[in-house]
């Protein structure tokens, strides 16, 4: 009795079973994460556009490390880590600058008119030039490059703006030429899902890396996001220099002092006008 008993729960809880899968369906198999939207290039350039705007200035305790190549012709390299402060004020003025114990080591700037590089350890020289002008092009470390790789500028729209587009997985990737139609002079990697640049490449009009940036963290700062983590790579005069910039205590209220961006000579340093050396090069 006790045996037939268990036989029928047996059979029951069997049928209850089949009938149970059978009522679900087919199962489903996972099908992984769902696709990306793609957003139009036009969408992709409206958001960037309007977050590129809402940052005038920048304000910023700054982490650095820098690897440069030895001045002796050996393929070995220096590292750098440094404390210090970057500025940035749009359009034209930027500052960075790193120290060690509280003396300073480097510093790279740029006003409207004038850029400049100062390294005090072993060689204590400022290298400088106009803006815009044929030296500006010589220093590896452009100030230049580096304020686009900071990603807070405005890409002008275009009728061919979607031919110019290319989708590279979770990226859209925009290329910009130069106006005759020559090599691509920057190519941006946005985010789809954020539209925010996730890596910078600049070329010079031969088509040659002058730049290549990656935008690593994003962190917001009242109702903005700034990117606070930076990889990037200079190229120039057959030279390559790498910078890793971290920024904390970000302020984009707090605006920069303006002296910060004036030109001055540290105090015994060697000055060299790379635009004057140019000029006596094509003579």
Request: hydrophobic share 40%; with cysteine; charged share 30%.
């Given at each position: 009795m006790k045996q037939s008993?268990?036989g029928?729960?047996l059979f029951?809880?069997l049928?209850w079973?089949?009938?149970?899968v ?8 996972p099908?992984g994460p769902?696709?990306l939207?793609a ?8 958001v960037h ?9 920048i304000?910023?305790?700054a982490?650095?490390?820098l690897?440069?190549p030895?001045r ?9 880590d440094l ?9 034209d ?6 120290e060690?114990?509280?003396?300073d080591?480097?510093t ?6 004038r850029?400049w590089?100062?390294v005090r350890?072993q060689?204590?020289t400022?290298?400088?030039g ?6 500006e092009?010589r ?5 230049s490059?580096l304020?686009?790789?900071?990603g807070?500028?405005?890409v002008a729209p ?6 110019r587009?290319a989708?590279?997985g979770?990226?859209?990737v925009l ?10 002079v920057?190519r941006?990697?946005f985010?789809?899902r954020?539209?925010?640049?996730a ?9 040659r890396r002058?730049?290549m940036?990656?935008l690593?963290?994003y962190?917001?700062v009242g109702?903005?996001?700034v ?6 790579r ?8 790498d910078l890793?910039l971290?920024?904390?205590e970000v302020n984009?209220?707090?605006?920069p002092?303006p002296r910060?961006f ?5 105090p015994g340093?060697a000055?060299k006008?790379?635009?004057?050396e140019?000029?006596?090069r094509k003579e």
């Amino acid at each position: 009795m006790k045996q037939s008993r268990r036989g029928s729960d047996l059979f029951f809880f069997l049928a209850w079973t089949l009938w149970a899968v059978a009522g679900c369906g087919p199962i489903k198999q996972p099908t992984g994460p769902e696709p990306l939207p793609a957003p139009t290039a036009e969408e992709v350039l409206a958001v960037h556009n309007a977050w590129a705007d809402s940052i005038e200035h920048i304000w910023a305790r700054a982490d650095l490390r820098l690897n440069v190549p030895k001045r002796d012709g050996s393929a070995e390299r220096k590292k750098f880590d440094l404390d210090g402060h970057l500025f940035l004020q749009k359009p034209d003025n930027l500052f960075l600058h790193g120290e060690v114990l509280g003396q300073d080591q480097f510093t790279l700037g740029a006003s409207e008119e004038r850029f400049w590089l100062w390294v005090r350890p072993q060689v204590n020289t400022v290298w400088t030039g106009r803006r815009g002008g044929p030296g500006e092009r010589r220093l590896v470390l452009s100030p230049s490059a580096l304020a686009e790789a900071l990603g807070v500028f405005r890409v002008a729209p275009s009728e061919d703006l979607e031919q110019r587009c290319a989708l590279h997985g979770e990226h859209m990737v925009l290329s910009e030429y130069r106006r005759d139609g020559g090599a691509a002079v920057r190519r941006i990697w946005f985010d789809r899902r954020t539209s925010r640049p996730a890596r910078i490449d600049l070329f010079d009009e031969s088509g040659r890396r002058l730049l290549m940036a990656e935008l690593l963290r994003y962190e917001r700062v009242g109702e903005i996001e700034v990117c606070t983590a930076y990889r990037a790579r200079f190229y120039g005069n057959g030279e390559e220099m790498d910078l890793v910039l971290r920024l904390k205590e970000v302020n984009l209220d707090k605006k920069p002092n303006p002296r910060v961006f004036e030109y001055r000579v540290p105090p015994g340093a060697a000055e060299k006008d790379l635009d004057e050396e140019e000029d006596l090069r094509k003579e």
